[in-house]
């Protein structure tokens, strides 16, 4: 970005794959090695701050459903005040922060704040569960089409302004993000709308990470499952579509 404010640091915006360190880019590894402070997200601490460097000041910012978190603009504020201080910055997000990871918030506050930044793309947690499964996102002629949706609107009920024909069209694979608490009224809607309860389905939970959790099912199914099981203790998403069961193997 072209004048910055003076004596700025810069801020590197890392996107850190779902949490298998493995899954992380080259350059991701290069920004957390080279920073002076990160501030980073639960999802994207544990094995992946190992990357960062020793002397760097490791700073606690995530925010997950149901517990105590850090507001989104008191986030903001620390990433300015450190890059003004003339600083090496690295804001972790967990997955691909371009994909429901509110990484526009943190963009304008820099842009405002005229400090220089980068966006370091991920691994979203939808590519990395697809591929745990050992199933594409896409096939010629059956799934020309992939959709990502979130399933919890700013008060983490189901938003009321879905497109119903896209989310129940069955040629499409379609990922809910945060959806665990609403996707049983989500696949009401879903069938209601004209989508089989028979359409395969999969729960991916912890996606990553140790204690990853992958459910095949069914629409019907899954949101059978999810209305008895109670909160999440662990995030997840939900993949349905003509792909989410794999046709080999076992």
Same mark, same amino acid.
């Given at each position: 970005m072209s004048d910055p404010a003076p004596q700025s640091g810069f801020v590197s915006l890392v996107s850190a794959g779902p949490g298998d360190p493995e899954l992380l880019t080259l350059k991701a590894a290069r920004c957390l090695a080279e920073a002076e402070v990160v501030l980073f997200d639960d999802l994207a601490s544990g094995p992946v701050l190992d990357h960062a460097n020793p002397a760097a000041e490791l700073i606690a910012v995530g925010k997950r459903a149901g517990r105590p978190s850090a507001r989104q603009e008191v986030v903001n504020q620390l990433i300015v005040q450190h890059a003004q201080a003339g600083r090496r910055v690295v804001r972790l997000k967990s997955g691909d922060a371009g994909i429901f990871g509110r990484l526009e918030e943190e963009l304008v506050a820099l842009a405002e704040a005229r400090i220089p930044f980068e966006i370091v793309p991920g691994v979203t947690s939808a590519s990395a569960a697809a591929a745990a499964m050992g199933i594409p996102l896409t096939r010629r002629l059956t799934a020309r089409r992939v959709q990502f949706v979130t399933g919890a609107d700013i008060t983490g009920q189901l938003p009321q302004d879905i497109n119903w024909? =896209?989310? !129940?069209?069955?040629?499409?694979?379609?990922?809910?993000?945060?959806?665990?608490?609403s996707f049983p009224q989500l696949a009401q809607g879903l069938q209601a709308h004209g989508l089989p309860g028979t359409t395969p389905a999969l729960? =991916?939970? !912890?996606?990553?990470?140790?204690?990853?959790r992958l459910v095949p099912s069914t629409v019907a199914d899954l949101a059978r499952m999810l209305q008895d099981q109670g909160p999440a203790s662990q995030p997840g998403l939900i993949l349905y579509g003509p792909l989410a069961l794999p046709k080999w193997g076992d």
């Open positions: 024909a =896209a989310l !129940a069209d069955p040629s499409v694979t379609t990922v809910v993000f945060m959806g665990q608490r729960f =991916a939970e !912890a996606v990553g990470h140790p204690g990853q």
